[in-house]
């Protein structure tokens, strides 16, 4: 039996990755992390215990809390961290840098020292910390350029998210060149699918088409985004830990690139088509507002190496996987609701429309 340290369990794609470990790898077991602030939801891991009975564990707490993390490693027999915890809303990052500060960087730094601490140096050939981190580390390309970011692309974040998550990427690199310490590093583009908390664009899209309300769109529209199904991220984050090479960093990303524009008529005409409604019907709602500050024009990435190292490649069923997903937020009241106090708060402390 194989115990993973999930940290940020309960929110969009850790809350996918416990699902993908305890269906894919019987043999494994889990200790969920996670702090529930307003971007983890209960809900996100429903039935996961009486689905997998003796194999899950939820623990509530944040991850800068030193002693708390001394007693889960002293009280259990960890064998790899998986660490997903984050502030991770760009937005959000411009009004509250100093949260992300605490969470993305002294977070990662307590929960890297304290693994250090708990695991004996002649057992980390055996053990694996993975530390999940983004593609916006690498900052922006131009829209012309066609030069993807490699691994070793300078880091060059240009928003508090982003250089939080690359100070976090640094310090986590750091642990395997001081000390040689089992640190893989991977880099992911945009993740969509079920559970992702409604402030982020494909389901802040789907809910205001759904109760008919504007669609806010930064800028012209034309900024670029490569879209992961967050069921392959998952995937190759099993292959990555199982295959990987520790102090290595992987690329991953779905190889689907579309402008925010072109992507929100598509969610358009999927909505449209799912409530028997006009092709056009939601495109009417579409509103171009003042652009995010700094907005990254485009992220691509050259992901020639976790595909030869692992053999991972992503699915290529966008259409399918963004109308499933489109569907699912259409009909999942229950976990709508549970995000309605915190998302009015945000939308109308956020979006002037
Ligand atoms: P999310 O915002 O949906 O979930 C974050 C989770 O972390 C929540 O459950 C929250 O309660 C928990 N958390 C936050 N602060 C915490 C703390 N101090 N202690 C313990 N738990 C805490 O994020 P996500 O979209 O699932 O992203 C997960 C990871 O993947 C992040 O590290 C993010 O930077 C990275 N990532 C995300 C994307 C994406 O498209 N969503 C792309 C690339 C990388
Ligand atoms: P987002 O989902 O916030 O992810 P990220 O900032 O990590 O890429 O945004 C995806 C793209 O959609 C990004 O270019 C910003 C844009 N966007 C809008 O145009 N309107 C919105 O209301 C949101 C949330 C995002």
């Known amino acids: 039996m194989k115990t993973?340290?999930?940290?940020?369990?309960?929110?969009?794609?850790?809350?996918?990755?416990?699902r993908y470990v305890l269906e894919n790898n019987k043999s494994s077991s889990i200790l969920n992390l996670d702090a529930?602030?307003?971007?983890?939801?209960?809900?996100?891991?429903?039935?996961?215990?009486?689905?997998y009975p003796g194999r899950y564990t939820?623990?509530?707490?944040?991850?800068?809390?030193?002693?708390?993390?001394?007693?889960i490693f002293s009280e259990n027999e960890i064998d790899h961290v998986i660490h997903f915890a984050a502030e991770s809303h760009v937005d959000r990052s411009f009004d509250d840098p100093m949260q992300f500060v605490k969470t993305n960087i002294v977070g990662t730094t307590v929960l890297l020292n304290t693994a250090k601490e708990f695991w004996q140096k002649d057992e980390w050939n055996s053990k694996r910390f993975l530390h999940i981190s983004t593609d916006e580390v690498y900052g922006s390309l131009s829209l012309e350029e066609d030069a993807k970011f490699t691994e070793n692309s300078p880091l060059?974040?240009?928003?508090?998210?982003?250089?939080?998550?690359?100070?976090?990427?640094?310090?986590?690199?750091?642990?395997?060149?001081?000390?040689?310490?089992?640190?893989?590093?991977?880099?992911?583009?945009?993740?969509?699918g079920p559970y992702q908390y409604p402030e982020k664009l494909i389901p802040?899209?789907?809910l205001n088409m759904k109760n008919e309300k504007a669609l806010p769109i930064y800028g012209n529209g034309l900024n670029i985004r490569d879209w992961i199904y967050v069921e392959d991220h998952c995937k190759a984050l099993l292959e990555v830990?199982?295959?990987?090479?520790?102090?290595?960093?992987?690329?991953?990303?779905?190889?689907?690139?579309?402008?925010n524009i072109t992507l929100v008529n598509?969610?358009?005409?999927?909505?449209?088509?799912?409530?028997?409604?006009?092709?056009?019907?939601?495109?009417?709602?579409?509103?171009?507002?003042?652009?995010?500050?700094?907005?990254?024009l485009r992220y691509t990435m050259d992901c020639s190496k976790v595909q030869s190292e692992t053999g991972w490649k992503p699915s290529h069923n966008f259409i399918e996987?963004?109308?499933s997903t489109v569907q699912w937020y259409l009909t999942h009241n229950e976990w709508v609701r549970s995000c309605e106090l915190s998302l009015q708060k945000w939308m109308k402390s956020h979006y002037a429309i």
């Open 4 to 18: 993973y340290l999930i940290t940020g369990g309960c929110g969009f794609i850790g809350s996918h990755f416990i």
């Open 36 to 51: 529930l602030t307003y971007a983890g939801n209960p809900l996100n891991v429903k039935n996961i215990e009486k689905n």
């Open 58 to 71: 939820f623990i509530k707490g944040d991850i800068t809390d030193e002693t708390l993390l001394k007693n």
């Open 156 to 192: 060059k974040p240009r928003s508090p998210y982003a250089a939080s998550k690359a100070a976090a990427d640094l310090l986590a690199q750091s642990y395997f060149e001081s000390f040689e310490f089992p640190v893989l590093i991977t880099r992911c583009s945009n993740n969509f």
């Open 204 to 206: 802040l899209m789907v």
């Open 241 to 259: 830990l199982e295959k990987g090479q520790v102090g290595e960093i992987y690329n991953i990303s779905g190889e689907q690139e579309y402008s």
């Open 266 to 296: 598509m969610i358009c005409e999927i909505a449209a088509s799912l409530t028997n409604k006009k092709k056009d019907h939601f495109k009417k709602y579409i509103t171009f507002i003042k652009d995010r500050p700094g907005h990254d």
């Open 321 to 323: 996987n963004l109308t």
